[in-house]
């Protein structure tokens, strides 16, 4: 299940950057040689771009791959840096998990009213759906990294 997960969030992140690539190649070259670029190609870069962000998102986080704010960490003892792993893996899974609900729930609002992008007219919706769930998928991530953590220490691995 876990290789299947990191394939998943891997090959989404991956396709949409290597299509944001391919889209700026055509785009400036279109530009510089027919003296025509792609109609809208800032929208689909900017959709493409939440597709990378969010769809790496669950993968960053169970390999603990985030930005680390670490300089206090060889001055507290071992028993607080375990505490502190955990409450971090607990308010990220809480926040996440919210902002998920959030963000599915104005998914919801957008697909009711229709909003789409400017230029192109595409729906905003399912972006805004899959960055809920993604985000809430990373949520759930941090609160079992949370257990393993405290399961981990109990067995005296860490």
């Known amino acids: 299940m876990k290789k299947l997960f990191e394939t998943l969030s891997g090959l989404l ?9 391919l889209l700026t190649f ?4 279109g530009r510089k040689l027919l003296d025509n670029s792609i109609t809208g190609s800032l929208e689909l870069t900017e959709l493409l ?3 990378v962000i969010f769809g790496a998102l669950p993968l960053v986080s169970e390999r603990g791959e985030h930005v680390v704010f670490d300089s ?22 809480v926040a996440l998990i919210s902002l ?10 957008f697909l009711e009213t229709g909003e ?6 595409i ?10 769930l ?4 990373t949520g759930v991530i941090h609160l079992g990294l949370m257990f393993k953590e405290q399961q981990d220490n109990e067995g005296g691995v860490l």
């Open 26 to 29: 055509l785009d400036v070259g």
């Open 72 to 93: 206090m960490d060889p001055f507290l003892p071992a028993f607080l840096k375990k505490i502190q792993r955990a409450l971090v893996h607990l308010v990220c899974g």
């Open 100 to 109: 998920g609900w959030l963000m599915y729930k104005t998914g919801g609002d």
């Open 13 to 21: 992140a991956g396709i949409a950057l290597f299509a944001i690539m």
């Open 116 to 121: 789409t992008t400017a230029q192109l007219k």
């Open 123 to 132: 729906l905003k919706a399912p972006f805004i759906y899959g960055m809920g």
């Open 49 to 51: 771009m939440v597709v």
């Open 134 to 137: 993604l985000c809430a998928f």
